[in-house]
């Protein structure tokens, strides 16, 4: 018994690591997908040495990805372009975030003595589960956009350096070492992606405090608001907002505000409703994603309010001032209290992280708000929560101890919330199998179109139809890329043998679009198959006698003419 529990507490924090490492496998993509095409003309001229520092900065959208640029351009020539390689970098960028929340949530700061009850557990049961939640939250497949698309390294990239920054203000003396690797952190963040502005602003209370408390000179807080004016001032020159940002709907305050509801409590949502994907209709909002909202809200409000009382005690002191006995009130804080600013300080990230988001993106629609490239950032705010609540009970009085393990940490409630954690670490892996069907349809396409079948519906679904880039250019300029390097194994798909296996997968999935009546992919896969293989001849009439004619006709002239969008049939 004594090893299985040893067994559960070591490996049952890191399940949703292997989760998340498999399903990253198995569904994602292998091949740069929307608007990760622009990187390709990068690549070439990294290939041929005409790359300049203009080019890596300029404008994506709302961003200035300059780090994870480079980190996807060295990354594209050391392994021609692998792109499951970018993709598990995102995941080690998690990784090593959840290691760097686990040792604060493990500290205890030296110095403090620590008391422990009678019968106390030799591992607190709080930060076990403090660690199997954060990681649940860290790792959730509600975050399948981010976590296939090898473009959203700029996200992972952004919060790990937002953390190391309150990390290394967290645990070293400020001095002007510490400042400069601060500095160069928040410089990264901010050219890997826009809300790393905010590390500048939301780094500034833990700042502040250990320059104070260090009695140092606060010539180094002029540094850094210094810099944070010049990082800011370089990042918006020659700044156009993109037509992306921009829509005809000017939403009120109530709209804005629901929204942001909305934002705060996606990660906790996308454990029970699917999160809206790339590309796919916005859903109707169900009443209780607004219900998580307003929780973690007024839980953060809570917790902060709680922490600042076991952090700050008052004690009497008793003087004689002119032969009279004068007592005095002072206040004293914990020598832990870094962590609270810690925890602050991320929570303050996410929050302000969706306040950029209302501002840009609440125009769309309020179900937008629950997107899931939108979490992987808004989970930090419920990660927060997790590390003020562990805070505040290594933090309290060993009466108020005493009391929540007595009455929180039994067998039958640590048994029913593990058994909601390993629920909810499989529950975004149910509810997210049809994004799974899309995610190996659109692989399916790339596979295609490197086979060199010219399909226009794979076309517009990879990458759009002006968003970025016509079909004609992609075809003309930048898959030529593609074939003169071979990246992402593009002329692998050419062989004989490939393409008959491929065949017979077309063929397979047609039959799922005919079963389902989806008459626009079945025509299209069809008509893939039989140039893959036109061996299967036999097996394609077949399938075309259960396909109404007239779609054939339409097929041809979207692919011909361009007359009509692929929704039109």
């Known amino acids: 018994m004594k090893y299985v529990k040893s067994i559960i507490y070591l490996f049952v924090p890191i399940l949703p690591i292997f989760t998340i490492v498999v399903l990253v496998y198995l569904f994602g993509y292998r091949f740069p997908y929307w608007d990760e095409i622009l990187y390709l003309p990068l690549y070439d001229k990294l290939s041929q040495g005409t790359l300049s520092l203009n080019d890596l900065f300029f404008l994506q959208n709302n961003h200035r990805p300059f780090i ?186 109530l709209h804005k505000f629901l929204y942001f509801l909305l934002y705060c409590g996606s990660p906790i949502s996308g454990f029970i409703f699917t999160p809206p994907w790339h590309g796919n209709k916005i859903p109707e909002v169900n009443t209780l994603s607004y219900l998580f909202g307003i929780t973690g809200l007024v839980l953060w409000v809570l917790l902060l309010y709680k922490t600042k009382n076991v952090i700050v005690t008052q004690v009497q002191i008793c003087k004689f001032e002119k032969d009279k006995q004068v007592l005095y009130i002072k206040r004293l804080t914990r020598p832990d209290i870094e962590e609270y600013f810690f925890w602050k300080g991320l929570s303050l990230f996410a929050l302000l992280s969706g306040i950029l988001l209302v501002l840009g993106r609440s125009g769309m629609g309020l179900g937008q708000a629950l997107s899931s490239r939108y979490i992987t950032t808004g989970c930090l705010f419920w990660c927060s929560l997790i590390g003020l609540f562990n805070f505040y009970v290594k933090n309290s009085e060993e009466s108020i101890k005493e009391k929540i393990i007595k009455r929180y940490c039994n067998k039958t409630i640590t048994g029913f919330i593990l058994i909601v954690f390993l629920i909810l670490n499989f529950s975004p892996v149910f509810l997210n199998r049809e994004w799974h069907k899309i995610a190996r349809w659109k692989n399916l396409g790339w596979y295609a179109l490197s086979s060199g079948y010219n399909g226009r519906l794979y076309w517009t679904d990879l990458w759009g139809d002006k968003d970025f880039a016509t079909p004609e250019v992609l075809q003309k300029e930048l898959f030529p890329i593609f074939k003169k390097y071979n990246l992402a194994s593009i002329n692998n798909f050419e062989s004989n043998e490939s393409k008959k296996n491929l065949a017979k997968i077309f063929i397979k999935e047609t039959k799922y679009f005919i079963k389902n009546n989806r008459w626009k992919p079945a025509v299209c896969y069809l008509d893939t198959a039989f140039f893959l293989d036109p061996e299967l001849q036999n097996d394609i009439e077949e399938l075309k006698k259960q396909i109404p004619p007239e779609m054939f006709v339409l097929y041809k002239r979207y692919q011909n003419e361009w007359q009509l969008t692929p929704d039109n049939y």
Not at 118 to 143: D, E, G, H, M, R
Not at 197 to 215: E, G, M, Q, R, V
Request: proline content about 3%; overall charge positive; some cysteine.
């Open 68 to 253: 994870p640029r480079l980190i996807t351009l060295m990354i594209a020539k050391i392994t021609s372009w692998n792109e499951m390689v970018i993709l598990y970098c995102s995941v080690t960028s998690v990784i090593v975030l959840y290691i760097v929340l686990s040792y604060i949530i493990n500290s205890e700061k030296k110095g403090k003595i620590v008391y422990r009850l009678p019968n106390y557990p030799k591992i607190n049961i709080v930060k076990f589960f403090a660690l199997c939640y954060t990681s649940l939250l860290l790792f959730s497949w509600s975050q399948m956009e981010n976590w296939i698309w090898g473009l959203q390294l700029m996200v992972f990239i952004t919060n790990l350096l937002c953390v190391l920054v309150l990390f290394v203000i967290f645990q070293y003396k400020m001095n002007i070492l510490t400042l400069i690797i601060c500095i160069s952190l928040s410089t990264f963040a901010s050219f890997s992606f826009a809300n790393g502005l905010l590390i500048w602003f939301i780094s500034l209370p833990i700042l502040t405090y250990k320059i104070a408390k260090s009695k140092k000179n606060y010539m180094l807080l002029i540094i850094w608001v210094l810099c944070t004016i010049a990082v800011i001032t370089f990042y918006f020159t020659n700044y156009q907002t993109p037509s992306i940002s921009k829509t005809d709907i000017n939403p009120g305050l």
